[in-house]
């Protein structure tokens, strides 16, 4: 399958339920489209309230049909001889583990949870100009905590050096504390696109829920290299 020019759809994450329809995972479209051609998940697709459930072929031929009627928020991949909507939720046909609710921490996660914000200056950024602080620094005992990370932008980093905010004369926007939510969810729950999600995010993974990406891998070979994608 082959997209026509760089396209943003191959980006895009894609909800996986397991065969009780409990949200366990976010994978990336090739992983997806990987899962329904090898028959071993199946599309399922908000109808006006209604969830209708699709396989590869009969997913393309429905995806046939919307071609004239396209929304903003799908996306579309094109392949050599036909074009095939991406789809917001899979459910696996063999799978039955249930989740983990864990809150994963990660670098991703903090921005996430800061909305992208220094936690110092108070001034959003975008990431590539952020980067994580230890308010306590690890020199003096500070842990990779969510409650001793914050997002910091370059230039109040450096400034804060390995010193505790007190002793730079800085003081934080907000105290950091461990998110109720999973932030990165969360976040993606904010984009149209992924609106179908909160249905199945709401009753399996109660909107805090980050998956383990070695979690598949030890229990399903289905898995093997899997990633989790929340970004």
């Known amino acids: 399958m082959a997209t026509a020019g760089k396209s943003d759809a191959l980006s895009a994450s894609v909800l996986v339920l397991n065969r009780h329809y409990v949200?366990?995972?976010v994978v990336g479209v090739r992983r997806a489209f990987g899962f329904l051609l090898g028959e071993l998940a199946e599309v399922i697709h908000d109808e006006e309230?209604?969830?209708?459930?699709?396989?590869?072929?009969?997913?393309?031929?429905?995806?046939?049909?919307?071609r004239t009627e396209k929304r903003p928020e799908d996306d579309w991949i094109k392949a050599v001889h036909f074009e095939i909507q991406v789809p917001r939720v899979l459910r696996l046909l063999f799978y039955d583990r249930m989740p983990r609710h864990t809150i994963r921490l990660s670098r991703q996660a903090v921005f996430a949870r800061d909305a992208s914000r220094c936690q110092y200056c108070g001034r959003q950024f975008?990431?590539?100009?952020?980067?994580?602080?230890?308010?306590?620094?690890?020199?003096?005992?500070?842990m990779s905590t969510w409650e001793n990370m914050v997002c910091a932008c370059l230039k109040c980093n450096?400034?804060?050096?390995?010193?505790?905010?007190?002793?730079?004369?800085?003081?934080l926007v907000?105290?950091?504390?461990?998110?109720?939510y999973n932030p990165l969810?969360?976040?993606?729950?904010?984009?149209?696109?992924?609106?179908s999600w909160r249905t199945w995010v709401n009753i399996g993974m109660h909107e805090d829920a980050s998956h383990d990406q070695t979690l598949a891998q030890r229990e399903?070979?289905?898995?093997?290299?899997?990633?989790?994608?929340?970004a």
């Open 174 to 180: 907000r105290q950091p504390v461990r998110p109720r």
């Open 49 to 66: 309230g209604a969830f209708a459930n699709y396989d590869f072929e009969t997913w393309r031929e429905i995806s046939a049909l919307r």
């Open 158 to 171: 450096i400034r804060k050096g390995g010193r505790t905010p007190r002793e730079a004369h800085m003081t």
């Open 220 to 230: 399903s070979p289905q898995y093997e290299e899997g990633t989790l994608k929340t």
């Open 126 to 142: 975008p990431t590539s100009q952020l980067s994580l602080d230890h308010v306590t620094p690890r020199s003096r005992g500070g």
């Open 23 to 25: 949200a366990i995972h």
């Open 185 to 195: 969810m969360a976040l993606k729950l904010q984009n149209p696109k992924y609106s």
